[in-house]
């Protein structure tokens, strides 16, 4: 039972998680041992050293929040940290009402389903930034946490919603990155692509298109 216990702790962890998704592509790709494990572990630890920076983060901008809420008393508004990593961590640390749970949950089904769509529908981006891949589950689980939905509903519309959104993404995206580097090779993968293509839409209208210089 209590190995149980632990090999639940561990995959209900988001580190662990992104490093098992790292571990996996490593070994698809056939690197050696060496680099397998080495990959593994950086994913782990980065996610973790992150986690800890985003509580240092927050714990820095507690005194500023309050000064605030005090030097302006009159106004009757309470502050609030609105960095995306700092919310999710925040939401996984403290996990209440299980949330941490289903954002790990999330972060590997989620995963999953990304593969899957890259590999059999036209849209073949696999999506790498590894904080992007963590907050995405966690907003997305946290979305649906909301509704009050029960946990596997959570997971499973969280996971379809967050396959989607990474293998679809970067998709809308490549037409303008495609022109930025000259080729398909880089894709963009960020949380605000959206924003970014509305932005990319936008600008022809109102400025003036550059043309490069030739070297």
Not at 63 to 77: D, R
Not at 120 to 125: G, K, S
Not at 154 to 175: F, K, N, R
Not at 189 to 201: D, E, F, I, P, S
């Amino acid at each position: 039972m209590e190995i149980f216990k632990f090999i639940l702790s561990l995959i209900t962890t988001p580190a662990f998680v992104l490093g098992l998704i790292a571990m996996i592509g490593l070994i698809l790709q056939k690197k050696s041992g060496s680099e397998v494990l080495v990959g593994t572990i950086k994913t782990v630890l980065g996610l973790l050293i992150m986690s800890v920076g985003i509580g240092a983060l927050i714990a820095a901008l507690v005194p500023i929040q309050k000064m605030f809420e005090i030097g302006i008393p009159a106004a009757g508004f309470e502050t609030f940290v609105t960095f995306d990593e700092a919310v999710v961590s925040a939401v996984q640390t403290t996990n209440l009402a299980n949330i941490g749970a289903l954002i790990a949950w999330t972060l590997l089904f989620g995963y999953i389903i990304h593969l899957l769509l890259a590999r059999f529908t036209p849209f073949h981006y696999v999506y790498l930034t590894g904080h992007m891949i963590w907050i995405h589950a966690g907003a997305f689980a946290i979305l649906y946490h909301s509704f009050g939905l029960q946990p596997w509903a959570v997971v499973l519309l969280a996971s379809i919603t967050d396959g989607l959104y990474m293998t679809l993404m970067p998709a809308l995206a490549q037409p303008v990155m495609r022109k930025i580097t000259g080729g398909d090779e880089i894709a963009f993968g960020h949380g605000q692509t959206l924003l970014n293509m509305l932005c990319a839409w936008v600008g022809p209208l109102v400025g003036k298109r550059r043309t490069r210089r030739k070297t």
